[in-house]
């Protein structure tokens, strides 16, 4: 069974960095899409980035330019290095492996099977 642990997560000011890790273990890292993705309280999950498993990125237009994703398939990691946070972009991260995609209108919607638990980012002054 796949399973992510994520890190990195913690407060930062608007304009501010942070970078967040998820390590995978139990499946074949390698072989699969991997996928951010941000969710609020009271709100369904947001799709924030992509990587395929030939490394083809993809990402949501709120980021486009701020975030960037990376994966180590030596070492199951995936990283999400944020910039020029905004106070829009709190919310809890968590990284999961994609069983199913599909571009709706161009835009990118991703189904995922396991996920980790999330790390939360909170932007404000």
């Known amino acids: 069974e796949g399973q992510f642990v994520e890190s990195g997560g913690g407060m930062a000011q608007p304009g501010g960095s942070l970078r967040l890790s998820c390590t995978a273990s139990?499946?074949?890292?390698?072989?699969?899409?991997i996928v951010w993705v941000r969710q609020t309280p009271g709100k369904g999950p947001e799709w924030v980035s992509s990587?395929?498993?030939?490394?083809?990125?993809h990402y949501a237009e709120s980021v486009k330019g701020r975030f960037t994703i990376i994966r180590d398939n030596a070492r199951n990691n995936l990283t999400l290095q944020m910039n020029a946070l905004k106070s829009t972009d709190t919310a809890l991260y968590f990284c999961?492996?994609?069983?199913?995609?599909?571009?709706?209108?161009?835009?990118?919607?991703?189904?995922?099977?396991?996920r980790g638990q999330g790390t939360q980012v909170t932007v404000s002054s």
């Open positions: 990587i395929s498993a030939s490394g083809d990125t």
């Open positions: 999961a492996r994609v069983s199913f995609s599909s571009f709706l209108g161009g835009v990118y919607n991703p189904t995922w099977d396991y």
């Open positions: 139990g499946f074949s890292f390698g072989g699969y899409d």
